[in-house]
Nanobody
Framework: QVQLVESGGGLVQAGDSLRLSCVAS????????VAWFRQAPGKEREFVAG????????LYADSAKGRFTISRDGAQNTVYLQMNSLKPEDTAVYYC????????????????WGQGTQVTVSS
């Protein structure tokens, strides 16, 4: 059983940076892909960034391109989301997710989810 635990959220000002972390508590964590999603109040959950666990292609939402970077530390079973130049519209609960099947932007692909971490960006 894989459990994902996010951390690193908080209250920041516009233009600031945050790094989110997601640690997988599994003896062996080797999904096909990992991703970050977010959900703002009153809105649907949306894809932010994703990558193959072993390397290769990465995907970013248009809103994240040039500002966010997804990375991972295989030895630590950890996925990161570096967020720079944050904007008030980035305010949301951020979730990490893992897929042992396909890789893509649809949330239905991902079978494992964390509980989320709140990011609030003030103007």
């Amino acid at each position: 059983q894989v459990q994902l635990v996010e951390s690193g959220g908080g209250l920041v000002q516009a233009g600031d940076s945050l790094r989110l972390s997601c640690v997988a508590s599994a003896r062996t964590f080797s999904p096909n892909a990992v991703a970050w999603f977010r959900q703002a109040p009153g809105k649907e959950r949306e894809f932010v960034a994703g990558r193959y666990w072993s390397g290769g292609n990465t995907l970013y939402a248009d809103s994240a391109k040039g500002r966010f970077t997804i990375s991972r530390d295989g030895a630590q079973n950890t996925v990161y989301l570096q967020m720079n130049s944050l904007k008030p519209e980035d305010t949301a609960v951020y979730y990490c997710a893992a897929s042992y099947g396909q890789f893509g932007t649809r949330s239905s692909i991902y079978g494992y989810w964390g509980q989320g971490t709140q990011v609030t960006v003030s103007s």
